[in-house]
């Protein structure tokens, strides 16, 4: 599924350069709240740190605090 993640905030600062990315991710019919963690796409890491929130459209990230909305693009 590709997701369009569309950031509002990054920690205390505000949207990024870029605040709209394209991302494709695997959901499952397994995961009913949320999907993660996965890579977050406003920073290099190693281990994944961004959440999914399937029920609310959310995302967070604990490694860069980003957080937004997504929506299915295709």
Do not use: D
């Not at 997701?3 to 990024?16: D, F, I, Q, R, V």
């Amino acid at each position: 599924m590709i997701l369009l993640l569309e950031c509002e905030g990054l920690g205390a600062t505000g949207p990024p350069h870029n605040p709209t990315e394209y991302v494709e991710y695997e959901v499952g019919a397994r995961h009913t709240g949320g999907v993660g963690p996965v890579p977050c796409p406003w920073h290099a890491e190693q281990t994944p740190s961004c959440v999914l929130s399937l029920r609310y459209a959310r995302f967070y990230c604990f490694g860069c605090h980003a957080y937004g909305t997504w929506k299915v693009v295709g």
